[in-house]
């Protein structure tokens, strides 16, 4: 295993909601190091999708540090942000997020339009990556025109197409059949051995089981694997 | 992310919505269009009437005289003919009245005049003479005829030598003025023109409210101006306002003002289509913004910076507005052509109107664009990803 690659402490996030303050993060510190595959596991409301937008770089904190890279994230703009998200972060999302309107090819072209990669290298790379999830020769097929499994390996080529650091997925397999969910956690686990670190954020213990290394977060608090509440997740 | 790249992906998202794009445009295309017609033909009729105050020559002057205390006598006028550089002079009296003959009867309006005037005014005969000298001495009752009055009482006979029933009083015809066309809406072929002094009896007025100089050349114009304007007030001291001299170059401007004021107001008039255009771009654009919520929040997340989300959709609506200015031309242009052709109007397309109205629709794709293009780039990242 390699260095840290985020370090988070003692990360607070609260929100007002009617009067009430929630505290969606309470105290959360967790190291990843790199190379990992960490599942987050936590039933809806436990604060996970907060934790997830707040290591993907999507919002910041109220208190507490979070270094990705060694960079202070609290301490970014808006427009740093969104190039942290370009340049170290693939997004992999539940329901995929694909742009309707664009191929597939286009769609995993996206990142590096927005890293500013010169055209040629952009198709060359993107091609390069749709072949990584086996979809080499549904470059042209519009997102409507691929099955659910498909669109969601499209969607992996995204998230690999800038090569970042992290591979952050938000419930990869909620939309998928038992049988294309095994084949995307196949990918990824493949992903895994190649070198990508992984963040898999899910409710679903069977799922999260195939990580490396699994937390759990309940009430805006985070436990490593074998916590108390562990026992809690067997009846997901 | 370039330029090139943000105009390509707002292309694409403009063809990908065929239908709300053309009718998003057809705004622009009508207001670019409206408006290049109308200035068109506004400068068209503006010109044709310069041409035609040219054709009467430059070296002319006016002289108006206003109300009854200023009488421009014979004695006068001869003064006037005497001054240096004047090469002729035609004091005309104007009226209108009833002319008869049979049993055609019809309002013509009547110049009295000399013979000068013929060449002053650039007024040709087709058939028969002009007025002589000789016929204002004498008090002669005849009349030169305008190419429209012939026609009305005359047919296709030759007029010259019949006799026409002017006020009552029977006048021989000895002359047909030549076709000088409209000017003005006013025809020059409706007249009926006859020695001074017969005109001033027929109108039972001896007053002369207008006369015509015509100047030797059109480079001492000024200078006769000059001295016409002194010798009126020789004439007629403090009471300046009760005449005025003109020469054609102030009919000119005062014609060019007009025609400017009519240009500015049917521009002006089409321009409020092309905001009404420009605020259909922006109505579309915030439809277009919150339906596309979702897709702004993923390529945020992907890495979009506000500047690539507020240049995506300002450059969209500049497509819009500057692809429906073009089209707007060359509606515009082709409508004219047809306009022109089937009204038989002077239409004169300038590249000023063209391209303003071009960059003014470009102008509305910015102005309108930017408040939709500001509201998708602030959103935030996160609900725009939850968004359904």
């Known amino acids: ?236 | 992310m370039g330029i090139l790249q943000s105009i390509k992906m707002a292309l694409r998202s403009i063809m990908g919505n065929k239908l709300r794009s053309a009718l998003t445009m057809l705004g622009m295309i009508i207001g670019v269009s409206s408006v290049i017609i109308l200035v068109s033909i506004a400068e068209g009729s503006a010109q044709n009437v310069t041409s035609q105050i040219n054709q009467l020559g430059t070296n002319l002057l006016t002289i108006n005289t206003f109300g009854t205390d200023v009488a421009l006598s014979d004695g006068k006028i001869d003064e006037l003919s005497k001054l240096n550089g004047v090469k002729a002079v035609a004091p005309v009296i104007q009226g209108r009245v009833n002319v008869k003959k049979d049993r055609t009867a019809s309002q013509v309006s009547l110049t009295g005049t000399n013979a000068a005037y013929s060449t002053v005014r650039d007024v040709l005969v087709s058939q028969g003479r002009f007025i002589t000298d000789l016929d204002i001495e004498y008090r002669q009752k005849i009349a030169v005829i305008g190419a429209d009055t012939a026609a009305t009482f005359f047919g296709m006979e030759n007029p010259v030598g019949q006799y026409l029933q002017i006020e009552g009083t029977s006048f021989k015809v000895v002359g047909v003025l030549a076709s000088k066309g409209s000017s003005l809406g006013q025809s020059g072929d409706n007249v009926v023109i006859v020695p001074l002094s017969t005109g001033q009896r027929l109108v039972k007025s001896t007053t002369i409210n207008q006369v015509f100089l015509q100047g030797k050349s059109e480079n001492q114009m000024d200078f006769v101006m000059n001295e016409v304007e002194i010798k009126m007030a020789s004439f007629f001291p403090s009471k300046s306002d009760s005449y005025s001299v003109m020469n054609q170059k102030d009919l000119m401007d005062t014609m060019s003002s007009v025609s400017n004021t009519m240009t500015m107001m049917l521009g002006g008039i089409a321009s409020i289509s092309l905001l009404v255009g420009g605020i259909g771009i922006m109505n579309i654009m915030l439809v277009s913004v919150s339906e596309r919520t979702k897709e702004i929040g993923i390529r945020k997340a992907i890495g979009a910076k506000r500047r690539d989300v507020l240049l995506q959709f300002l450059i969209e609506a500049v497509v819009l507005s500057g692809v429906g200015g073009i089209i707007g031309i060359l509606a515009g242009i082709g409508l004219g052509e047809i306009l022109s052709s089937l009204l038989s109007l002077t239409v004169s397309f300038t590249s000023t109107v063209i391209l303003s109205s071009f960059l003014f629709s470009l102008a509305v794709g910015v102005i309108f664009g930017v408040f939709p293009a500001n509201k998708a780039s602030k959103l935030n990242p996160i609900q725009a990803l939850r968004y359904e």
């Open chain 1, 1 to 236: 295993m390699g260095k840290p690659i985020i370090q988070i402490r003692n990360l607070m996030k609260s929100y007002k909601l009617g009067g009430e303050t929630i505290h969606a993060l309470n105290n959360v510190s967790i190291e990843i190091e790199s190379g990992d595959f960490l599942a987050i596991i936590g039933p809806s409301g436990s604060g996970k999708s907060t934790l997830m937008n707040m290591i993907g770089c999507l919002d910041r904190p109220q208190s507490g540090t979070y270094l990705l890279d060694g960079k202070d994230i609290g301490k970014m703009n808006d427009n740093q942000l969104a190039v942290i998200r370009n340049q170290k972060i693939g997004f992999i999302f539940q329901n995929f997020n694909l742009l309707t309107k664009l191929s597939a090819l286009e769609n995993v072209e996206l990142p590096l339009l927005y890293a500013g990669i010169p055209t040629k290298e952009r198709r060359e790379r993107s091609i390069e990556s749709l072949d990584k999830v086996g979809l080499k020769e549904r470059a042209r097929n519009l997102p409507t025109q691929l099955s659910g499994g498909q669109q969601q390996r499209v969607a992996i080529a995204r998230a690999l197409a800038g090569n970042p650091s992290i591979l952050l997925a938000d419930e990869p397999t909620g939309a998928l059949d038992s049988k294309t969910s095994q084949e995307i956690l196949f990918l990824m686990k493949e992903l895994n051995e190649l070198g990508h670190t992984i963040i898999l954020i899910t409710h679903d213990l069977m799922i999260a089981k195939q990580a490396n290394r699994m937390v759990s977060i309940q009430d805006g608090q985070l436990q490593e694997n074998g916590g108390e509440l562990f026992g809690n997740f067997a009846i997901y």
